[in-house]
């Protein structure tokens, strides 16, 4: 294989061989194949480490021998963000997994890195508790959840992944393993923090009012904070040491790797519904929006889903029909077809919410039901592998401005699917489309977002337009974020290049 003879090249390539063969067990190191890219960039070596221990020897063998290193966890996000400047030894967390949950109806639990987050929830199902996290990506693992501070339409009530955390422990680049904020269980191997790690002179507030994580992580940050404040902000200075756990969340494994976490876990809700009302226009949304805010329903997800091509032209109904008198331009005398859907996940007790939906669908009107089974799209991307996957934030009101800047710059209508009641949706652009185009795209869809505290990233690309767009566009907190950066690894050993702006 190609990346095992550069492997064998490089001098002393066999003696690194057989030291991870020594700290992982023989099964579970070996040179790179070709699935072993990280965003396109072939890696040398994989190695597999069985527990936190033999995790931080191959940190250290690393560092002994000027190693790069890059975890993985399932790889469902491996293609997201940019291109590390080099993998050398690809540290897959797989074997770092297990859900320590004790009492059984404790508020917390500790999961190891490597866990899939589905494991989790069977786990946690048992006991009637569930980790309010429900990241898209099929089979992904907690660890890769939370180096993407990847979250789902529950990030409505919950905040992002980032935000369920109260504790972790996690390598850094030299090897040690610290650990921040509370603890679920003594069952993982303890460590005090390193020496030398405290960085909390880089968290002064921005100039946004957040923190260096904010509400989603390093990603977050370094784009400037969520627009408009965002929800529940991690920690809140309540639990000491998390500001690091924040940098963690969204580093794509550029400044630590993650071991474990101990997480809030919560009761499973008795009843759930969907109310979903169709959606005619994309200009409805900012008043679809407000009526369910003041409907008093507490929803747990507001999601928006703008699927192309358009769906069929429904069945007309006459005009004399008693639902439609007096509005001959209504879509069901019309027969002009929804360009999507606005749909609302109501969580609680089974009669609780029976009485919120009622009045969630009168509130909506405009052909408003409610059901009992999510619809098809949801909880997935509206974007496919060799797409050019963007996400778009700004305030929840303007969303349908964002939705307009797409079209306008694209030409024709493109797949839009996110959190309508918080203003964080994703698009997709067809692969196909050169990078040219789809820089000159970017750069239209911002200037109109930037006049509304909005912004635009490039989540994943093929690898000709990763090459040539900016990913991340305006980075007011680079600086600090740099700072981090050489703070937490000097050396840029750790996933280099990953972080936002190249670091």
Known sequence: MAAAARSTDRPGALEITRKLAEICGRP?????????????????????????????????????HDLTVVPRGAGTKIDWGAAPAGVDIMLDTGRLAGVWHEPRDAAVAEIGA?????????TLGRTGRRLPVDAPSPGATLGGVLAADEAGPLRHRHGSPCAQLVGVRYLDADGELVSVGESGTARLERAAPASGSDVSGLFAADEHGLGMGGDGGTAEF??????????????????????????????????????????????????????????????????????VQAAGVDPAAVELDLPVPIPLPRRRIPASHPSVVGRPDHPAVTGRPAVGSLVVLLEGGPSDVAGRAERLTAALGGDAVVNHHAPEWWGRYPFAPGDTALRIDLPATDLHAAVYALRDAAGTPMPVRGSAGIGSAYAALPGSLAPERVASILTAVRSVLIARRGRCVVVAAPAPVRRAVDLWGELPALPRLRSAKAHLDPHRRLAPGR?????
């Open 28 to 64: 579970f190191a070996r040179f790179a194949g070709p699935a072993d890219e990280v965003a396109g960039r072939t890696a040398r070596w994989v190695a597999v480490p069985g527990g936190p221990r033999a995790a931080a020897e191959v940190l250290r063998l690393a560092a002994a």
């Open 222 to 291: 370094a784009r400037g904070g969520p627009p408009g404040g965002g929800g529940a902000v991690l920690g809140r200075g309540d639990l000491p040491g998390l500001d690091v756990a924040r940098l963690l969340c969204g580093s794509q494994g550029g400044l630590g790797v993650l071991v474990s976490a101990t997480m809030r876990v919560h009761a499973a809700p008795a009843g759930r519904v969907w109310v979903s009302r169709p959606l005619w226009s994309p200009l409805e949304l900012p008043d679809l929006v407000r009526a």
């Open 499 to 503: 972080l936002p702006g190249g670091l």
């Open 114 to 122: 490597g866990t899939p987050l589905r494991a989790v929830q069977a």
